[in-house]
């Protein structure tokens, strides 16, 4: 009970000031996503709202922001668009049918991600390599800022163009304003955050001298969006009703899509959740965090927001400006609710310029500088993995980008442990021939282990010992079966020693005549084996 007040009442400044800085610069992004998926600007704010107060109150990482995120829109939009198109054969409202699929796999995307929770899979995090993890900050570092880019950009005879002259050179100028003022204010000055301060000083400049720049509000009516301004999130009784229309939907897109936006949406939390223990020097609940992140979906679902997961520019934005505790997450979702609620046209005039210019701030403070100096001091896979997950968070999504980053890295451990394996051989005054293997015996060093042996030309006796070597799994235990049974094809005698319990129950269960040549010792080692081995005949 202490700990769970400190994180609301520690630093109550600092969290309030944070939040509100994070609410501003929660809203051109919750809008943006909300065009990417295809749905109203509204449905991205109550995401983004409800997002991030469920995740700030039960969440495993206090200080981490939720809300609506590119990373699942780019995926919700085939699912909005396939609904969209069924209903056109239904004669249905098409852009009501869409969402209410949308706000169906929410529901499902909630239960999967709770239930990774329940079944603690998120200590799987601790999988993911350091040079995978610096990939993942680069790359998305990268995405953020090139997702700002679209903001310099305006709607001429119906068509986005690229800015120019006069308003290219007021919107750099805003920007580099806000971007002084965030870099020159700390050193001066850490009692007021230095985004907040930078996006009102600018705010107040656009406003009070008049100036013809992008807001909030125009970027929102250029987008096909009516406005900031709305009530409170409605429960959805009608998704209930849109059962019926699925049909056989349900296998062909619903589920797959919940399982792809339930895996996007807890690799990037977790990911975060790393990242923020790293800046922080604490450490959170992955799996708190999944029963948090899939509780907040679920209730999207039910309230008609878009879901989502924690956004790291967010974050950063919220721990940079001095948020550490719950109530920070708590402020900026509840200040978000206002500005639909009572600030909309306040907001609404607030210059992109001066948000863009906090994002870029927030890119030059995620990107992981070092990575640079050390590309040449690491070896020569991590360099591959780490400039890989990088590339492929630009050109494809998070999720793909961290599982390549871990299937690589996986790959490169088992073939430099493939290699290792070695068998030092002797002769006893007896005249048995020992093989003294020395490293891993698993699928990948099974070849290897095979090519040590010259079962036609050892003689009668040999014994091979384990004493430091490990068999890890089933590809190691059919090895060592195999090798055993050519020996005794040759009708010659072979003893196998310093093999732990687990393996020895294996091959036995394997086949029992194994119990002859098996030498048991005190000094077995003890570690187990990861199998699924069944009965079977040799």
């Not at 969440?59 to 609904?83: D, E, F, N, Q, Y």
């Not at 850490?190 to 009070?208: D, F, G, Y």
């Not at 009784?237 to 339930?262: C, K, R, Y």
């Amino acid at each position: 009970m202490k700990t769970l007040l400190r994180n609301f009442t520690q630093n109550p400044k600092n969290d309030i000031l944070s939040g509100l800085t994070v609410a501003l610069a929660l809203v051109p992004e919750a809008v943006a996503f909300a065009f990417v998926a295809g749905v109203d600007p509204l449905v991205g704010l109550y995401g983004a709202f409800m997002m991030g107060l469920i995740t700030a109150v039960f969440g495993g990482r206090p200080g981490m922001i939720s809300g609506a995120t590119g990373a699942m829109a780019v995926v919700m939009v085939h699912l909005v668009s396939k609904g969209n198109e069924v209903g056109l054969t239904l004669d249905q409202p098409v852009e009501q049918l869409g969402l209410q699929w949308l706000f169906i796999t929410l529901l499902l995307v909630g239960v999967i991600q709770m239930s990774a929770g329940f079944l603690r899979l998120g200590k799987f995090v601790r999988l993911i390599p350091h040079p995978v993890m610096l990939g993942f900050v680069n790359g998305l570092a990268i995405v953020i800022f090139l997702s700002q880019l679209g903001l310099f950009k305006t709607k001429v005879n119906g068509e986005f163009e690229w800015l120019s002259g006069g308003p290219l050179y007021l919107m750099l100028g805003l920007v580099a304003l806000t971007m002084g003022i965030m870099w020159g204010l700390p050193k001066l000055t850490k009692k007021v955050p230095a985004a907040l301060l930078a996006i009102i000083v600018v705010a107040a400049i656009a406003i009070l001298g008049g100036l013809d720049v992008s807001t909030v509000g125009s970027f929102i009516r250029e987008g096909g969006g009516s406005g900031l301004e709305g009530g409170l999130p409605m429960f959805q009784w009608q998704i209930f009703d849109m059962f019926s229309t699925l049909n056989g939907h349900w296998l062909s897109t619903i589920v797959p899509t919940a399982f792809i936006l339930a895996a996007i949406g807890l690799i990037e939390s977790l990911m975060t959740l790393n990242l923020i223990d790293e800046l922080t020097e604490t450490r959170g609940s992955g799996n708190r965090e999944c029963v948090a992140q899939g509780g907040a979906n679920f209730i999207n679902g039910l309230f008609g927001g878009m879901g989502g997961c924690a956004m790291i520019g967010q974050s950063i934005i919220n721990i940079n400006s001095g948020g550490r505790g719950r109530l920070s997450g708590i402020i900026a979702a509840v200040a978000l609710l206002c500005f639909i609620l009572f600030g909309a046209g306040l907001i609404e005039q607030i210059p992109i310029a001066a948000l863009v210019g906090v994002m870029f701030m927030v890119v030059i403070g995620t990107f992981a500088w070092s990575s640079f100096r050390i590309l040449h001091k690491i070896p020569l896979a991590d360099t591959v993995v780490l400039i890989a997950v990088s590339a492929i968070t630009v050109w494809q999504d998070l999720a793909i980008a961290v599982l390549s980053g871990v299937v690589i890295s996986a790959l490169v451990f088992a073939w430099k442990n493939a290699t290792m394996i070695r068998a030092r051989k002797q002769i006893k005054e007896d005249g048995t021939k020992v093989y003294e293997i020395w490293g891993p015996l698993f699928f990948g060093s099974v070849q290897n282990f095979n090519g040590k042996f010259d079962v036609k030309n050892d003689p009668t006796q040999v014994e091979i010992d384990f004493m430091e070597s490990k068999v890890s799994d089933h590809s190691g235990i059919e090895a060592l079966r195999g090798i055993a049974n050519r020996y005794i094809q040759q009708g010659k005698q072979v003893k196998l020693t310093h093999l732990s319990p687990d393996c020895i129950a294996l091959l036995l269960k394997a086949n029992p005549r194994f119990e002859t040549i098996i030498e048991r010792s005190i000094d077995d080692p003890r570690y187990y084996v990861v199998t699924d081995m069944v009965d079977q005949e040799i």
